[in-house]
């Protein structure tokens, strides 16, 4: 006898989103989410610290390559279980139904606590930083109520604290920020599609306008002659296979040699971390048009975009700047991409070929990037949320909707609380640092479950089976894995203090089934 088929159970969760395909997203805006999840203000900042690792050219490129590989894979695969079950949840559900119920609260507690309410804590105090470009009164710097500077406290391999706790204008902007998205997300999908399309459709332009303005104006022969050099000698150097490449083990550890194939693996720290997010639209798949076909569209067209704009956007930075630079340096082509100033490598290139008018420019555009990425991942998180305690593993209020806008109310506003939470404590950017290896896993886990899937429910419904299944899945297996082994062995920083993240919340799971499970056996004896 065959066993019924689980996935009928997530059809029978009642949807997020109005029964009318009026409050739903269309393909455009289901992309336009993906694009906008993804585009934050990573692109501008990262290729310093990834000039810095790689210290080539021909390198500096591969590792965004590494990334596009790793992430249209993930895309591509995502597709598959996204068709299979379209309901809101997302990763939450695929890990729930191909592994187990333990491994899908694990993502989603690492979910609320770092990866989604500790990027949008990041990404809204980038905006009230960049705010005070044009407003100079709001400041990291400007405190209304400083309570306490937490020293640096070294434990094993990494350093807690170091950081300052209190209220300044700069993060006060950025709870604000937070806020106002949480609340125009309660008033429905479509007001908050609304403004996901129209600044995603604005920061796609901005990031095409550097790209173009990099390669067609801003062009300069010292930065060519220092990346490319005769007969590209200079693109190619320190890009060999006997090449060797310092990389310091953890803080303050000894500095060893590594070759290529082990630098482009330590620096996708930063290029992966740029290109994250790209999952969000599985979280609201209760609320997209069709989404057995529009979610797989969306993940390749969105995702296809930003990938190829990002590897254009720093493949710009060495038409405007030489890679190597002077940290010292009193121009910005002296401190080149390596040492631009704070990191901040698109303003270097704009200030490069605007000279003075250069950081508005990329001021504006970091404005309009970081306040769209904020509102998708506002969107999409309270979904998974308002999906774990349709489980009994999460709040019960959470998994309750507005009774006019159909929206998660209770998960958007815990979701904008724990986020304010971490932009007055000043953490966000350590936990962020932390779970980058514990995101790596999960999705690991979820390729696995594809497989596990394929295996455990061959005739299961798949509108869209993923592209190149088993071969690119698997490659995604052995490049992720080796990028994790990796890290764990040169960057423990940014290992182990996620894996202790993830791992704190199995107590809070055997307290949640259980109380869930207590809850059930009691319901009988209510009804009666």
Avoid at 20 to 34: D, H, M, N, P
Avoid at 64 to 91: D, F, N, R
Avoid at 118 to 128: D, Q
């Amino acid at each position: 006898m065959s066993t019924p088929n689980r996935i009928s159970t997530i059809d029978s969760a009642p949807p997020i989103s109005a029964p009318g395909l009026e409050q739903r997203l269309g393909l455009f805006s289901s992309t336009a989410l993906v694009a906008g999840s993804m585009i934050g203000s990573g692109i501008f900042i990262v290729d310093a610290d990834i000039a810095r690792g790689t210290d080539s050219p021909a390198l500096f490129l591969a590792a965004w390559v590494v990334t596009g590989v790793l992430t249209m894979i993930g895309a591509l695969s995502y597709g598959e279980l996204a068709a299979m079950m379209p309901k809101a949840g997302g990763q939450y559900v695929y890990l729930r139904e191909s592994l187990g119920p333990l491994w899908g609260f694990l993502y989603g507690w690492t979910l609320f606590l770092v990866i989604q309410t500790g990027t949008i804590a990041a990404v809204c105090v980038a905006f009230g930083k960049f705010l005070g470009v044009f407003f100079p009164a709001i400041s990291t710097s400007h405190w209304l109520w400083h309570i306490a500077h937490v020293p640096p406290i070294p434990l094993g391999p990494m350093v807690l604290g170091n950081m300052d706790i209190g209220i300044n204008t700069a993060n006060l902007a950025g709870v604000a920020v937070v806020f106002f998205l949480a609340i125009v997300n309660i008033f429905g999908v479509k007001l908050g599609a609304l403004i996901q399309n129209v600044f995603t459709t604005a920061k796609a332009l901005s990031l095409a306008a550097l790209v173009l303005i990099g390669f067609l104006a801003g062009r300069n022969a010292v930065a060519l002659d220092a990346n490319f050099g005769p007969g590209w000698s200079q693109f190619w150097k320190n890009a060999g296979w006997s090449s060797l490449h310092p990389v310091q083990v953890g803080i303050g550890g000894p500095t060893v040699l590594v070759n290529l194939l082990v630098i482009l693996a330590v620096v996708q720290v930063g290029s992966l971390f740029s290109a994250d997010s790209w999952n969000n639209i599985t979280f609201t798949a209760g609320e997209v048009k069709n989404p057995k076909r529009n979610i797989p569209l969306s993940l390749v067209l969105g995702t296809g975009f930003v990938l190829i704009v990002y590897f254009l956007a720093s493949a710009a930075y060495l038409m405007v700047l030489p890679m190597h630079g002077d940290p010292n340096g009193t121009t910005v082509l002296a401190r080149g991409i390596q040492y631009a100033a704070e990191d901040r490598v698109g303003t270097a290139a704009l200030e490069q070929i605007f000279h003075s008018a250069g950081a508005y420019l990329m001021a504006a555009a970091i404005l309009v990037s970081t306040f769209g990425c904020a509102n998708g991942l506002s969107l999409a998180g309270a979904r998974v949320y308002y999906a774990m305690s349709r489980d009994g593993l999460f709040f019960k209020s959470v998994g309750k909707l507005h009774p006019k806008f159909r929206t998660p109310v209770a998960g958007l506003i815990v979701q904008a609380c724990w986020a304010a939470v971490l932009c007055f404590s000043g953490s966000y950017g350590q936990l962020l640092d932390y779970i980058i290896f514990a995101v790596l896993v999960f999705y690991i886990l979820t390729i696995i479950g594809l497989f596990v899937l394929r295996v455990k429910r061959p005739h299961a419904p798949r509108p869209y089976k993923a592209l190149g299944y088993p071969v690119l899945p698997a490659l995604y297996l052995v490049m992720a894995a080796w990028i994790c082994v990796v890290l764990l062995r040169y960057k423990p920083q940014y290992t182990w203090p996620g894996l202790v993240l993830v791992l704190l919340g199995i107590p809070v799971y055997l307290f949640w089934s259980r109380r869930a499970a207590s809850q059930a056996e009691d319901a009988p004896t209510h009804a009666s």
